[in-house]
């Protein structure tokens, strides 16, 4: 039976500023919502070796620096270091890596970290993200298995991990997000170059968005294109941020539609799956992580297709998908 476990430790809660949004706050919410039977493994920090997979020198040096002279720095107006900030997001790179080590090796695991990871670039932090947890453990599944698919649910694009990517065939990237907002990125014709292309899928939907929009492009698009990619293993940059009750959204999602979602992607790959935090701020977040457990641990009911309606402009993108990359 395929086991279930969390990976989370107290280091995150050093990388803070307490009056901002992507403070230890929300993810010591968050955490509320893992179920009492989950196994909880400690975080390891990720290698500068293993950072050095998706990102330069430089970023990674600055980053370093720039804890190393304490206080408090912001990279841009939404990007903050502390004194414990290099060694903090280390250990979220390192949790990520966990995560699909785990999964590959039999369980299903969701590394809970901060700080986020997918707006990073390889030589660029922004959007809260230092380094970008998901693709550095992306790449590392890479020496064990042959293709890695993720699925990006975020609110916001995950702009780090496609261009990271963008011109690799061996990593499927499929994000839905909500369209024309941070970082204005993510359009539909932005699917991959050279070897890459056609192996990147975005979905930019309209604010306002229900779980009909969300099932509609993961049964129309992303789940044909994995189920046809056969990745080794599926990575989810596990945004909760689309919650109808958070701050950020425009979005219309409850809890249990995140349940539903990852119900929809355990019947894809043979392996487990590995989720990595990102976004999500709100104040039903830990339930939404609550409902996310569940569907790993066991069956999920889903919802008819006949009984859901997505819009008519999500109808739209996924025609224009289906003729770009399907």
């Not at 050095?52 to 720095?73: D, K, N």
């Not at 970008?132 to 916001?156: F, G, P, T, Y």
């Amino acid at each position: 039976m395929t086991g279930c476990r969390a990976i989370f430790g107290p280091i995150f809660s050093q990388h803070d500023l307490e009056t901002h949004d992507e403070s230890d706050r929300r993810l010591r919410d968050a955490v509320q919502g893992v179920p009492p039977d989950v196994q909880w493994d400690e975080p390891c920090a990720a290698s500068v070796d293993d950072l050095l997979r998706v990102h330069t020198p430089s970023h990674i040096r600055m980053i370093r620096e720039l804890s190393a002279h304490g206080g408090q720095h912001f990279i841009d107006p939404s990007t903050y270091v502390t004194g414990r900030s290099f060694e903090v997001a280390s250990h979220a790179a390192g949790a990520a890596i966990g995560a699909v080590n785990a999964a590959l090796d039999g369980d299903h695991c969701f590394a809970l970290v901060r700080p986020p990871g997918h707006h990073a670039e390889p030589d660029r932090a922004m959007g809260f993200c230092l380094f970008n947890n998901a693709a550095i453990a992306a790449s590392v599944a890479l020496d064990r298995v042959e293709r890695v698919a993720i699925v990006d649910w975020d609110l916001h694009h995950g702009n780090g991990t496609q261009n990271i990517f963008y011109t690799n065939d061996r990593v499927l990237f499929c994000s839905i997000h909500q369209g024309n907002t941070f970082p204005r990125t993510g359009w539909v014709d932005e699917i991959g170059a050279g070897a890459g292309r056609g192996f990147t899928i975005n979905a930019p939907v309209r604010s306002g968005s229900t779980l009909a929009d969300y099932h509609y492009v993961f049964e129309q698009v992303f789940m044909p294109a994995i189920e046809r990619f056969r990745p080794g293993i599926l990575v989810i940059s596990a945004g909760q941020d689309p919650l109808a009750d958070d701050p950020h959204s425009g979005m219309r999602l409850a809890p249990a539609d995140f349940g539903v979602l990852t119900s929809l992607l355990k019947t894809l790959v043979s392996t487990p799956l590995a989720l990595v935090l990102e976004g999500g701020y709100g104040p039903s977040h830990g339930m939404a992580i609550g409902q996310i457990f569940s569907a790993l641990k066991g069956s999920f009911e889903l919802p008819e297709p006949d009984n859901l309606y997505p819009r008519e402009s999500t109808r739209q993108i996924v025609s224009v998908l289906r003729k770009l990359v399907i």
